[in-house]
């Protein structure tokens, strides 16, 4: 499901009713790019309530071995990732994002999960991962990348672990202004980090998009031909 929370958080979509007829959401291609079609398809309502954040008031860090996650004030919303795979393929990528609607359409949206053949064995044997395939992951195997299309991004990989973070820190119920960084982390780096930020209320702070450096507009820099369809205050 973090891809479908990280299209719709990505996409500055803050209010959606979602129905869900299977068991999970459907992986589709393992990006978020169908997602963000149906958005781009459908537009956006905006709506009479100002948005609100959590405002990152004080540096929040969560440590597993020599991976880290880390919340930080910050007059923005960034995404700073770093991954390192012991993979010729993968190796070390980073990935600095400032986020904007735009931005996540273009150059997070279409990235893909991945996968290594290695660990398909042991996953598929365990009952999860049956539906994999090289229609919907990048597989990696030892040096090579099996997909006959190859890559969408040459970074693909860090792309999509950022695609996973904005979904996974989107579950905090509000969208976070401040610095997000992370190294060598994943899912459940990503909910620890946001444990720790409610561990306490001096970690953080509840306000109104008028309230932030600038009045932030969520919504400054959306992709072209997304419609935003503003408010309209209904007469008599
Ligand atoms: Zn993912």
Sequence with gaps: MEHVISAL?????DNALITLTGAECPILDGSASPYVQGIMEAGLDVQPAPR???KIMRQVLVRNNEASAALEPYNGRMLDLEIDFDSRVIGRQRMIFDWTPRKYCEDVSRARTFGFVRDAKILRQAG???GSSLDNSITVHEDRILNPGGLRYEDEFVRHKLLDAIGDL??????IYGRFRSYKGGHALNALVLHGL???????????????????????????????????????
């Design 128 to 130: 999860y991962a049956l």
């Design 198 to 236: 409610f561990a306490s209320e001096a970690n953080y702070e509840i306000v109104t998009a008028e309230e932030l450096p600038l009045a932030f507009d969520a919504l400054d820099d959306v992709p072209e031909g997304l419609e935003v369809r503003p408010y309209l205050r209904s007469v008599g």
């Design 170 to 175: 989107a579950l905090c119920g509000l969208p």
């Design 52 to 54: 609100r954040y959590i």
């Design 9 to 13: 958080s990505g996409m500055g979509v």
